[in-house]
């Protein structure tokens, strides 16, 4: 009876071992899956939650790695300059970073971008969507010609995801080239027939 309680506690320890890595296994989301629900703070200090704006447009998910960077700016701008067509086609562009919250205000307002930033400083949001994030910290910028210093919690991979109105992931790109990742994501919902 020793031996086989022993060897149940070992077959139990196994399966929660296998379980801890489970757990600890990166997302990977492929097109065809359900895009996870989520919610964090937009810009305003509001919480957005996703699943709030399903059913009703396209969503357009893009993770980038910091406002007031080069490449980072040449995206949302290129957003804002395509957001008329995006928009005429029923797609919601939400921008994802680790940056804080009042510095996706000062990024929107200075280049004037009419989306959502989203903060997700601890990348709770990345992990859910499998895409990857080193630590953060200071980054010295320019605004307006005036040094400053933005702060954020992680810093994640440049990928973009577009989810349909039914919840799924219709299009996953992670080499986003940043100034053309607005005009291929409207070549992806002209392509959708939508």
């Given at each position: 009876?020793?031996?086989?309680?022993t060897?149940?506690l070992?077959?139990l320890?196994?399966?929660?071992?296998?379980?801890?890595?489970?757990?600890?296994?990166p997302v990977?989301?492929?097109?065809?899956d359900?895009a996870?629900?989520?919610?964090?703070?937009?810009?305003?200090?509001?919480e957005?939650?996703?699943?709030?704006?399903?059913g009703?447009?396209?969503i357009?998910v893009y993770?980038?790695?910091?406002?007031?960077?080069?490449?980072?700016?040449?995206?949302a701008?290129?957003?804002?300059?395509?957001?008329?067509?995006?928009?005429?086609?029923?797609v919601?562009?939400?921008?994802?970073?680790?940056?804080?919250?009042?510095?996706h205000?000062?990024f929107?307002e200075?280049?004037?971008?009419?989306?959502?930033?989203l903060?997700?400083?601890?990348?709770?949001?990345?992990?859910?969507?499998?895409?990857?994030?080193k630590?953060?910290?200071?980054?010295p910028?320019?605004?307006?010609?005036?040094?400053?210093?933005?702060r954020?919690?992680?810093?994640?991979?440049r990928?973009?995801?577009?989810i349909?109105k039914?919840?799924?992931i219709i299009?996953k790109?992670?080499t986003?080239?940043?100034?053309e990742?607005?005009?291929?994501?409207?070549?992806?919902?002209?392509?959708?027939?939508?």
């Open positions: 009876m020793r031996v086989w309680r060897m149940a070992a077959v320890a196994l399966a929660a071992g296998s379980l801890a890595i489970a757990q600890d296994k990977e989301l492929k097109v065809g359900k996870p629900d989520f919610q964090a703070l937009d810009e305003t200090g509001k957005w939650r996703l699943s709030d704006h399903l009703k447009k396209i357009v993770f980038y790695p910091a406002d007031f960077t080069g490449g980072c700016t040449a995206q701008c290129s957003f804002r300059d395509n957001m008329k067509p995006l928009t005429d086609r029923g919601e562009v939400v921008g994802v970073s680790g940056d804080e919250v009042k510095t205000a000062l929107k200075h280049h004037k971008l009419p989306f959502t930033l903060s997700d400083e601890k990348g709770e949001v990345a992990k859910k969507f499998g895409v990857p994030t630590p953060g910290g200071p980054i910028v320019k605004v307006d010609g005036k040094e400053m210093t933005i954020q919690g992680v810093r994640a991979a990928w973009t995801f577009v349909g039914d919840g799924t299009h790109n992670t986003v080239k940043p100034a990742d607005a005009k291929q994501i409207l070549e992806v919902v002209q392509k959708q027939g939508r």
